[in-house]
């Protein structure tokens, strides 16, 4: 129980200076981005909260089907905790992009093929959070979750390819992205520092998250 | 007992149910036919953009007309009791999965049939040259639906508000097929050859196949306890 | 030159802070709660009350 709390504090403080540092690159050390001005600077943001997004439900469908396989409860609570934290991740993506988008683009929300991924993967994943809100039996809702989490991993390839070639087949392929045009060495840079440390948050979140349900199962027994 | 006999059974059992009821099938087919009134009297009045929109509003009425009727895809046997019947069926209980898809495949292509040409009657359409492609289209897209909508179905049918929470389930998972049966449908009717949308085609039937194979190996986990 | 449009950043930002730090209060607490509420239990006593999130028959 100690080494628990204590691994959780480490990782916490690891993920509190991977925040800091990457604070520091993207406001300090990365350059100011040529087309689009110091705006640009939000890719910090929303770069890395879509990847790790994509982490955390990769890590739900490991889960997933480990729990289906093994049953054990370890892996179906690191599968709800990593949904929740996913789906956390995914509104901010989606929070930033719409930031981003309104002084670059001149509109909140485009349907352009990125933002309409991210959207639903958003809901989809928010589904998955209702339906283990909804069933009350543990056991069932564990079950139920596996396979809700295993069948919608599976489908974002496919709301991948859908959803972009139904975009680039009719845009003009001019259409702006935010982005910048060649990656300079400062940018990448803080992009990657950026990426590392909402990676660390994410474990820590996700550890907390799994130590409060492993608690609230230990509470009810 | 073998697997096929197994699936066959359940579809047989159901299409013998549906056959002497005969109360899904009309209520659906009842359902799509005020759904293609809704759609003149709310984008009616210009005929151009409707027929523009055809193609959406006719996958749209095929997936609203499909959450009712999957939604109660497991219905009889929770209301007569019979759940715990399936449960206890020996051997591997995918052949019921199997099964169910294809009756509810059945009962969606026969409205989907008969919904196009109520379409092409009330709009004045002509889909006599579209009609080869959209025997592959229709199909290829009904597949996908109702190979997670049965298994979504089974999911949500001892869950709160499930009537809720299947379509807000179903409808995210669901965009890949929506979007590839809408585009390839817009060519077909555009009297474009398949090929030009091969690639949609092509994502149509990995996605029944990906969803057939999860429903097959997940469907089990469903059915316990 | 383009605007730098410093109000967007900051808000974007702002509320990936607000919504972050949020979450991590949350769980925070949620922590505390659960080993306060263990700590309370008398060992070998069985449960002191009703709890709310209890569903058991057999309380």
Redesign the interface.
């Known amino acids: 129980m100690r080494g628990e709390q204590t691994v959780s504090r480490a990782l916490g403080w690891l993920a509190a200076i991977g925040l800091a540092g990457g604070l520091v690159m993207a406001f300090a050390v990365a350059p100011r981005e040529i087309t689009q001005g110091n705006v640009q600077r939000i890719m910090y943001l929303h770069v890395p909260t879509v990847l790790v997004a994509y982490l955390a439900f990769a890590v739900v469908l490991v889960a997933s089907i480990a729990y289906l396989w093994r049953r054990d409860p370890a892996a179906d609570r690191l599968a709800h905790a990593s949904a929740e934290v996913g789906v956390l991740f995914t509104g901010l993506t989606i929070c930033a992009g719409a930031i981003w988008g309104k002084p670059t683009w001149g509109t909140w929300w485009t349907w352009d093929a990125r933002l309409t991924s991210v959207a639903i993967l958003f809901v989809m994943y928010l589904g998955y959070l209702l339906l283990r809100g909804m069933i009350e039996e543990r056991e069932r809702a564990a079950r139920y979750a596996a396979v809700l989490g295993i069948v919608a991993a599976l489908d974002i390839p496919l709301v991948h390819f859908s959803v972009y070639w139904w975009r680039t087949l009719h845009q003009p392929p001019s259409l702006l992205k935010p982005g910048p045009a060649t990656m300079s060495q400062g940018i990448l840079a803080a992009l990657l520092v950026n990426i590392v440390a909402f990676a660390l948050l994410y474990v820590y979140f996700v550890a907390k998250r799994t130590a409060v349900l492993r608690r609230e199962e230990e509470a009810l027994a | 007992m073998t697997y096929a006999r197994r699936a066959w059974i359940v579809l047989w059992k159901d299409a013998v149910t549906e056959r002497r009821a005969k109360a899904t099938l009309n209520a659906l087919l009842f359902f799509s036919l005020l759904l293609l009134f809704v759609f003149q009297f709310t984008l009616g009045a210009d005929r151009e953009r409707l027929v523009a929109a055809l193609p959406g509003l006719l996958w749209l009425s095929f997936v609203l007309t499909g959450l009712v009727g999957l939604g109660r895809a497991f219905l009889v046997e929770r209301e007569n009791d019979c759940w715990d019947g399936l449960l206890l069926a020996p051997g591997d209980k995918s052949a019921i999965y199997l099964g169910k898809v294809a009756g509810n495949l059945i009962l969606m292509l026969i409205v989907e049939a008969i919904l196009l040409a109520l379409f092409a009657v009330f709009f004045n359409v002509d889909i006599g040259r579209a009609l080869p492609a959209l025997g592959l289209i229709l199909p290829l897209g009904t597949i996908g639906f109702a190979a997670v909508g049965t298994l979504f179905a089974a999911m949500t049918a001892h869950v709160r508000a499930r009537e809720v929470l299947f379509p807000v389930l179903l409808l995210p998972v669901q965009v890949p097929v929506l979007l590839g049966a809408v585009k390839a449908t817009e060519a077909a009717l555009a009297g474009e050859p398949l090929g030009a949308v091969g690639h949609w085609l092509q994502l149509l039937a990995a996605a029944d196949v990906v969803y057939l194979v999860a429903g097959l190996l997940t469907f089990d986990a469903l059915l316990e306890g | 030159?383009?605007?730098?449009?410093?109000g967007?950043?900051l808000?974007?930002?702002g509320?990936?802070a607000v919504?972050?730090g949020a979450?991590?209060r949350h769980?925070?607490r949620?922590?505390q709660e659960?080993?306060e509420?263990?700590s309370h239990i008398p060992p070998g006593a069985g449960h002191p009350g009703p709890?709310p999130?209890?569903?058991?028959p057999l309380q």
Request: with cysteine; charged share 20%; glycine share 0%.
């Open positions: 030159m383009t605007a730098d449009h410093w967007f950043v808000a974007a930002y509320i990936a919504a972050l979450y991590w769980l925070c949620r922590e659960l080993t509420q263990r709890k999130a209890s569903r058991s």
